[in-house]
T-cell receptor, first 109, second 114 residues
Framework: GQSLEQPSEVTAVEGAIVQINCTYQ??????LSWYQQHDGGAPTFLSY??LDGLEETGRFSSFLSRSDSYGYLLLQELQMKDSASYFC??????????WGAGTKLIIKP | EAEVAQSPRYKITEKSQAVAFWCDPI?????LYWYRQILGQGPELLVQ????????DSQLPKDRFSAERLKGVDSTLKIQPAELGDSAMYLC????????????FGQGTRLTVV
């Protein structure tokens, strides 16, 4: 079967750095995406990794290791507005997006 | 800024009734997705269109759900008859093409079946 594993909840302090891990097992792999979803809102795209390595976009970075079927999202200088759920998603065969269950990020002042 | 439009935003329906959702993707986006999201879970793909053709509907409960995108632009998802377990958020998303990395989501339709 196809599956993505990510922690259900992560807690961090405002201003700190947090890493959200994602491991995957899928048939076919074109890349790993990360999406942010605030309560009651729609998912919004954060990043995409097709090749191994680190991609940086402002305070957010995403990493991929295809040999380990592993990736992570790194959030720096955490702000209260970063409190949300974060989803990893693999673009697999048929170009479909296979989603993890999401990680709820709780930020404390 | 272009957006994916969905309607209605909220829908309450009685069990065994029919319900329909509408989605208008971003202009020029060939790929359209319908997802179902239960609170606390990730989105589950129901159906994926490339233009007017269905690419993947393996997770669509075809005995009660149907989806169409007749002219390859807007799309309708229908449930008939609705069941209590169908209560969820129904999200529509679009992307320029199947290989494009970013999918843009609408605000969703929150369905409550009573």
């Amino acid at each position: 079967g196809q599956s993505l594993e990510q922690p259900s909840e992560v807690t961090a302090v405002e201003g700190a750095i947090v890493q959200i891990n994602c491991t995957y097992q899928t048939s076919g792999f074109y890349g790993l995406s990360w999406y942010q979803q605030h309560d009651g809102g729609a998912p919004t795209f954060l990043s995409y990794n097709a090749l191994d390595g680190l991609e940086e976009t402002g305070r957010f970075s995403s990493f991929l290791s295809r040999s380990d079927s592993y990736g992570y999202l790194l959030l720096q200088e955490l702000q209260m507005k970063d409190s949300a759920s974060y989803f990893c998603a693999v673009r697999g065969s048929n170009y479909q997006l296979i989603w993890g269950a999401g990680t709820k990020l709780i930020i404390k002042p | 800024e272009a957006e994916v439009a969905q309607s209605p935003r909220y829908k309450i329906t009685e069990k065994s009734q029919a319900v329909a959702f509408w989605c208008d993707p971003i202009s020029g986006h060939a790929t359209l997705y319908w997802y179902r999201q239960i609170l606390g879970q990730g989105p589950e793909l129901l159906v994926q269109f490339q233009d007017e053709s269905v690419v993947d509907d393996s997770q669509l409960p075809k005995d009660r759900f149907s989806a169409e995108r007749l002219k390859g632009v807007d799309s309708t998802l229908k449930i008939q008859p609705a069941e209590l377990g169908d209560s969820a958020m129904y999200l529509c998303a679009s992307s320029r093409g199947q290989g494009n990395t970013e999918a843009f989501f609408g605000q969703g339709t929150r369905l409550t079946v009573v």
